[in-house]
Structures are given as structure tokens and as C-alpha cells.
Nanobody
Framework: QAQLVESGGGSVQPGESLRLACKYS?????MGWFRQAPGNEREQVAG???????AYAVAVKGRFTISLDNAKKILYLQMNSLKPEDSALYSC??????????????????WGQGTRVIVSS
């Protein structure tokens, strides 16, 4: 079973950057980052498959980058040019699904508890 622990959240001003980290016990076929703002549904913002191919939600494309460090067993989410609408609880997830980049929760089985990001002036 995979265990996932996030870190790196915090409070920043618009335009600033943060890098989130997710320490995992093993690399699953699918790994990704999700976020949920108060009162909103959870949404996937980035995903990476076994081959290293990545995909992003339209709202974060060009600003966020997902990457894996297999040696350290850490999944990263680099977030640049942050906007107030990026404020949310960010969680990493892992699963053995096939369609890793379909942005379907069904592809993921294991979830971290999340780290909060607040972007405000």
C-alpha cells in the first residue's frame, strides 16, 4: 500500500511561487496532484504516468509543473505566478489505473492528507 505525505504549503502573495512535495512509499502507475477549495469540488490539477508524460488542468497550464524524483521518492508540484484562485488544500494521489492522464478519480486509490496554499494580497 502506498503512503503519501505532503508538505510545502503556505501563504503567499499573488505572483509568487511555491513548491509542494509529496513523499511516497512506492511509485504507482499514476501519480498526481489535486486541489479543493472551500465549498468547491475536488479537481485534478496535474498528473504524470509511468513514462513521465504529464498533463495539466487548463487553469494551471503554463504555471504549474509536476515532476518525480525516483531516488528520493518525492513527487513535486512547482507552482509559479500564483493567483488568488489557486488557494486550496492540495493533495497528492497514487493509483494503479491505466488512464493516468484522464483526470478521473477512479484511476487513483491512495491519497495524502493535503497541504494548504493561500494566495492573497
Amino acid at each position: 500500500q502506498a503512503q503519501l505525505v505532503e508538505s510545502g504549503g503556505g501563504s503567499v502573495q499573488p505572483g509568487e511561487s511555491l513548491r509542494l512535495a509529496c513523499k511516497y512509499s512506492y511509485r504507482a502507475n499514476c501519480m498526481g496532484w489535486f486541489r479543493q477549495a472551500p465549498g468547491n469540488e475536488r479537481e485534478q490539477v496535474a498528473g504524470i504516468d509511468t513514462d513521465g508524460t504529464t498533463a495539466y488542468a487548463v487553469a494551471v497550464k503554463g504555471r504549474f509543473t509536476i515532476s518525480l524524483d525516483n531516488a528520493k521518492k518525492i513527487l513535486y508540484l512547482q507552482m509559479n505566478s500564483l493567483k488568488p484562485e489557486d488557494s486550496a488544500l492540495y493533495s497528492c494521489a497514487a493509483g494503479d489505473g491505466i488512464y493516468c492522464l484522464s483526470f478521473s478519480d477512479d484511476e487513483y486509490s491512495y491519497w495524502g492528507q493535503g497541504t494548504r496554499v493561500i494566495v492573497s494580497s
